[in-house]
């Protein structure tokens, strides 16, 4: 083992059913860098997380750390000796305190052990965020605070382990840019103390800013290793997805039609007012604006999800008092949420059944499915969108981020839908299914569809949108056409 690496994996190699997941990996990670895992969703980044955090074990390979040869067969293991993993999904109670939070099972106690020292755990967990150079009551509640103060007091948790290598996987997935800046802060003040840092993100411009070094994962083997000051951008991707990108947000613009769906004085009190905006056929509004804008809150209640107090919907002229998602679908207008494990698939339910879900009763009329139907129905969806399954049996919640993605939207193609909103489309999935997805988005509005795009993705909104909408607080404060439009003035309209 070179000088200064704390972690060697050797030929790691991971099989699962059909499925090579790691094909003889290798990977390193000296003291005080930050090395970057990238690669599509589905190229093994996870399975080798899982591997090093003592989750999974490799069917062959080693892992060295510290100079030594070592097996984790649980993640408690794999905590005490010093590697710690903040996922995307924070492993945290929410009515416990922070203090209690870092410390849970590892008191320090009083009296001859009796007692919890309650005075010691909040003394020590803020010391942690003095370390941190984070302000906070360690008294607070975890339901309490911002997902940005959750991932803090994650991070707190990982040091009061004693931790050597902190993985975070997607940390900045939910965050606004003021917090992505704070993270990057403390980041840095781990590498300073000499902490190996694992950092995945599909975000590829935070490599360039945060990483000392990248490996690139694809299908399982290992496709590139590089210094991130001698690597460009279009040279990961290439490496990520076997091919080259030249434009990620496309568009082939088309001339609008009729006006499909008409919002006007939509009003829900507390959350938004006073909303009025439009969608014609063959055209992409976006919608831009900080977290908690209220872009989400509109949407859902436009599908009938959410109630609103005031305020009228029209789809195709004709106006409706009352949404709900079942009328909704009737009209034709689909939705595809933000966040599409919990609220746009059934995971534990196969890729046939999550497909065919919305339109059994369309398709089905007389109430008896007709199995042979169905699956010509299904194996055709998933040729069309080339969803990377073993099976339509497969359940879901084993399918990559992007590909469930996919699935999502093969149940709303299926019942043939004229209006589409997408929340936050592309979020969390690589770059390669990024690129797909927008060819997806191009070919409903070539084909006619109207669609609603939310994305915090600035590049992203403005590159696929005709008309942006900007939010602040609940109400729309400014409209841009694609010609206005640029970073700079959505964020000013933004921030206000």
Same mark, same amino acid.
């Given at each position: ?27 390193? +990670?000296r003291e005080g860098?930050? $090395?970057?895992?990238?690669? #599509? ?53 929410? *009515? ?14 009083k009296l001859l052990?009796?007692?919890? @020292? ?16 984070? %302000? ?24 009061? +382990? ?8 997607? /940390? ?19 590498? #300073? ?12 411009? *935070? ?17 590139? $290793? ?16 076997? &091919? ?45 604006? +900080? ?26 002229? !004709? ?6 998602p079942l009328k909704?679908? %009737? ?8 966040? &599409? ?12 059944? !999550? =497909? ?11 109430? =008896? =499915? !007709? ?34 993605? %996919? ?15 997408? @929340? ?11 690129? #797909?997805?927008?060819?997806?988005? !191009? ?15 600035? /590049? ?12 602040? *607080? ?13 970073? #700079? ?5 933004? =921030?206000?």
């Amino acid at each position: 083992m070179e000088k200064n690496v704390i972690l060697e994996l050797e030929n790691i190699t991971k099989i699962y059913p059909g499925v090579v997941a790691l094909d003889s990996v290798n990977f390193q +990670l000296r003291e005080g860098e930050v $090395h970057v895992l990238s690669g #599509e969703n589905g190229a093994g980044k996870s399975t080798l997380i899982k591997i090093l955090s003592g989750a999974e074990q490799p069917d062959y390979g080693s892992i060295i750390y510290q100079g030594k040869k070592r097996s984790f067969k649980y993640a408690y293991e794999a905590q005490r000796a010093g590697i710690a993993t903040i996922y995307q999904e924070f492993n945290l109670i929410p *009515e416990l305190s922070i203090a209690q939070n870092i410390y849970l099972g590892r008191e320090p106690k009083k009296l001859l052990g009796t007692f919890i @020292d309650w005075k010691k755990v909040e003394k020590q967990a803020q010391a942690l965020f003095d370390m941190l150079g984070v %302000k906070i009551d360690v008294k607070t509640k975890v339901v309490n605070l911002p997902v940005s103060k959750q991932q803090m007091v994650e991070i707190a948790k990982a040091l009061s +382990l004693d931790s050597k290598v902190i993985i975070f996987d997607e /940390p900045t997935s939910t965050l606004t840019d003021d917090d992505i800046v704070k993270l990057f802060e403390i980041i840095k003040r781990l590498r #300073e103390k000499k902490i190996g840092i694992i950092y995945i993100s599909h975000r590829l411009e *935070e490599l360039f800013e945060i990483g000392d070094r990248v490996t690139v994962l694809r299908d399982g083997k290992k496709t590139g $290793h590089h210094n991130i000051k001698d690597i460009d951008m279009s040279k990961i991707i290439t490496e990520m997805v076997g &091919r080259k990108i030249d434009k990620q947000f496309a568009r082939d613009l088309q001339k609008p039609g009729k006006e499909v769906l008409k919002v006007e004085g939509f009003t829900s009190k507390g959350v938004f007012s006073n909303i009025n905006f439009s969608v014609r056929e063959r055209e992409i509004v976006g919608f831009s604006g +900080l977290v908690g804008s209220g872009r989400t809150e509109v949407m859902r209640a436009v599908f009938g999800i959410d109630k609103f107090d005031s305020g009228s919907l029209h789809f195709y002229g !004709n106006k409706v008092e009352k949404s709900d998602p079942l009328k909704s679908v %009737k009209l034709k207008l689909a939705f595809i949420p933000e966040d &599409r494990k919990s609220e746009g698939t059934c995971l534990n339910l196969n890729i046939r059944d !999550n =497909i065919i879900l919305a339109s059994m009763a369309s398709i089905f009329k007389s109430g =008896i =499915i !007709n199995l042979h139907e169905e699956k010509k129905l299904v194996t055709q969806a998933i040729k069309d969108l080339d969803i990377k399954t073993p099976s339509m049996q497969q359940k879901v919640k084993f399918l990559s981020g992007g590909n469930q993605q %996919k699935v999502v939207l093969a149940k709303w193609l299926l019942t043939k839908s004229k209006i589409f909103i997408f @929340d936050e489309p592309t979020r969390g999935i690589d770059v390669g299914a990024k690129a #797909e997805f927008h060819k997806l988005i !191009n070919l409903l509005v070539k084909e006619g569809a109207g669609v609603i795009m939310i994305s915090s993705e600035m /590049p992203e909104v403005i590159g696929m949108s005709d008309r942006i909408f900007v939010m602040k *607080e609940g109400t729309i404060v400014q409209e841009f056409s694609r010609e206005e439009a640029s970073q #700079e003035k959505i964020l000013k309209a933004a =921030i206000g």
